[in-house]
């Protein structure tokens, strides 16, 4: 009986903010760069699995996954691949607006609501590795609000540190990019540049996070073999295609289905989410669809049936330059020099804080691969379905060889970690 290695996905991004003091009449153009230029979003079981409940006014809670849906469809207007973290934007934006005032503090309420997302399930030593870290990077000078600085060291436990981006923009550079690194895991090793932080950058907020997990039902890397990945213009990649048939929970639509892929650790409250439509041309309609009320209703509809699994594997990695995607969520007044107010960071008698711009990048990775104890694990799970599957059942096929739409979400809380859009495993 071969031993089945348990499959990981890895997961970090940082987001940043860069609020620039611009005296006079000058526009702040911070834009942070690494090895790429950043792509801009365009502007344009038996039983079911649990859900919470509707929500005919969005909470907290509702209120986040539909921000995080609204990046998305932002982020989707073109045809590629997606990889997101909403939860990490948010994180950062979070930072912003516990400075904001006036009509600014209102725009954020609108979107954030009055409390930032909360951590989602924590590491039960069973395989899962969730890493939130926040940091503020100060112009040395800066005259920073000392209960500011309190908020983000209290109720973020971020790291609140000044630099001297004018004068000594390579070492403020290398500091931060090494902290980038250090939280990521090495998976994110630079972000910012000097010529970067010379643009009249007076501040900069950051998160970061990185994830791991491991399948709690893992597929065999001698089940993997290469086949053809269908692309949306009818040509055709050959790419490796992971294989699994177990007992999953999965949603039937229309025109889709839903694969829920739990890991474990967390106490497998951590799941992926694979949405594939019936057919590669139906794409933006299941795209439409997407809505907080109708993900809860998907959720809460899966039953545990025998599916036979076919995924790619696939590795991205991108900078986004999210700063059009966050203005079309609603908050626009942040990013103006004339009305933007963040008097609760620091009081300039001459220049006015505003964010000049967001961005993301993310890294992502999925395989076959994990350790060994939890390899061990999967062959016990595996051995049990073996001899306790009914012969008679048939398996559902969720052969994923189109385009399709997947998300990371921690069900116990409803915050959507990370959502992508794979159309090309080979990038």
């Given at each position: 009986?071969?031993?089945?290695?348990?499959?990981?996905?890895?997961?970090?991004?940082?987001?940043?903010?860069?609020?620039?003091?611009?005296?006079?009449?000058?526009?702040?153009?911070?834009?942070?760069?690494?090895?790429?230029?950043?792509?801009?979003?365009?502007?344009?079981?038996?039983?079911?699995?649990?859900?919470?409940?509707?929500?005919?006014?969005?909470d907290s809670r509702a209120r986040r996954a539909a921000v995080a849906i609204r990046l998305y469809r932002e982020l989707a207007r073109g045809?590629?691949?997606?990889?997101?973290?909403?939860?990490?934007?948010?994180?950062?934006?979070?930072?912003?607006?516990?400075?904001?005032?006036?009509?600014?503090?209102?725009?954020?309420?609108?979107?954030?609501?009055?409390?930032?997302?909360?951590?989602?399930?924590?590491?039960?030593?069973?395989?899962?590795?969730?890493?939130?870290?926040?940091?503020?990077?100060?112009?040395?000078?800066?005259?920073?609000?000392?209960?500011?600085?309190?908020?983000?060291?209290?109720?973020?436990?971020?790291?609140?540190?000044?630099?001297?981006?004018?004068?000594?923009?390579?070492?403020?550079?290398?500091?931060?990019?090494?902290?980038?690194?250090?939280?990521?895991?090495?998976?994110?090793?630079?972000?910012?540049?000097?010529?970067?932080?010379?643009?009249?950058?007076?501040?900069?907020?950051?998160?970061?996070?990185?994830?791991?997990?491991?399948?709690?039902?893992?597929?065999?890397?001698?089940?993997?073999?290469?086949?053809?990945?269908?692309?949306?213009?009818?040509?055709?990649?050959?790419?490796?295609?992971?294989?699994?048939?177990?007992?999953?929970?999965?949603?039937?639509?229309k025109t889709f289905k839903m694969l829920v892929l739990p890991f474990r650790g967390g106490h497998d409250a951590v799941e992926m989410l694979?949405?594939?439509?019936?057919?590669?041309?139906?794409?933006?309609?299941?795209?439409?669809?997407?809505?907080?009320?109708?993900?809860?209703?998907?959720?809460?509809?899966?039953?545990?049936?025998?599916?036979?699994?076919?995924?790619?594997?696939?590795?991205?990695?991108?900078?986004?330059?999210?700063?059009?995607?966050?203005?079309?969520?609603?908050?626009?007044?942040?990013?103006?020099?004339?009305?933007?107010?963040?008097?609760?960071i620091a009081r300039l008698v001459s220049r006015r804080l505003y964010v000049s711009s967001v961005l993301q990048k993310t890294y992502v990775?999925?395989?076959?691969?994990?350790?060994?104890?939890?390899?061990?694990?999967?062959?016990?799970?595996?051995?049990?379905?073996?001899?306790?599957?009914?012969?008679?059942?048939?398996?559902?096929?969720?052969?994923?060889?189109?385009?399709?739409?997947?998300?990371?979400?921690?069900?116990?809380?409803?915050?959507?970690?990370?959502?992508?859009?794979?159309?090309?495993?080979?990038?």
């Open positions: 009986m071969k031993a089945a290695s348990a499959p990981l996905l890895l997961g970090a991004m940082l987001a940043a903010l860069f609020i620039p003091a611009s005296p006079g009449g000058l526009i702040g153009t911070a834009c942070a760069q690494a090895a790429a230029a950043p792509r801009i979003a365009p502007l344009e079981a038996s039983g079911t699995h649990s859900a919470p409940p509707d929500h005919p006014q969005l045809s590629g691949n997606v990889f997101a973290s909403p939860y990490s934007l948010e994180m950062a934006l979070a930072m912003a607006q516990a400075g904001a005032r006036g009509s600014t503090a209102r725009a954020f309420a609108q979107v954030l609501g009055s409390d930032p997302a909360g951590l989602p399930a924590q590491p039960d030593g069973n395989g899962l590795t969730f890493t939130v870290a926040n940091a503020l990077w100060a112009q040395s000078g800066l005259p920073l609000s000392p209960r500011y600085v309190t908020t983000i060291k209290r109720k973020f436990d971020g790291l609140v540190r000044s630099l001297d981006f004018s004068g000594a923009p390579r070492a403020s550079a290398r500091i931060i990019n090494h902290w980038v690194s250090e939280k990521t895991r090495g998976r994110i090793d630079s972000l910012v540049s000097a010529s970067e932080l010379e643009q009249k950058t007076s501040l900069m907020l950051t998160d970061a996070v990185y994830f791991k997990g491991v399948w709690v039902k893992s597929f065999d890397p001698g089940d993997t073999y290469k086949q053809n990945f269908h692309l949306p213009d009818g040509r055709r990649v050959r790419t490796e295609m992971m294989h699994n048939t177990a007992h999953f929970y999965l949603y039937r639509g694979v949405l594939l439509p019936d057919h590669i041309n139906q794409l933006g309609s299941l795209e439409q669809q997407l809505k907080v009320s109708a993900l809860d209703d998907w959720v809460g509809q899966a039953e545990r049936k025998l599916v036979e699994v076919t995924l790619p594997k696939f590795r991205d990695t991108d900078l986004l330059q999210l700063t059009a995607a966050a203005k079309a969520l609603g908050i626009a007044v942040a990013f103006s020099k004339h009305q933007a107010d963040f008097s609760g990775d999925l395989d076959e691969k994990g350790t060994e104890a939890a390899a061990a694990t999967a062959v016990m799970e595996a051995t049990a379905t073996a001899v306790y599957q009914a012969p008679t059942e048939q398996p559902i096929v969720f052969d994923a060889n189109h385009r399709f739409v997947y998300l990371i979400r921690d069900e116990t809380t409803g915050d959507i970690l990370f959502i992508g859009r794979m159309a090309n495993p080979q990038g």
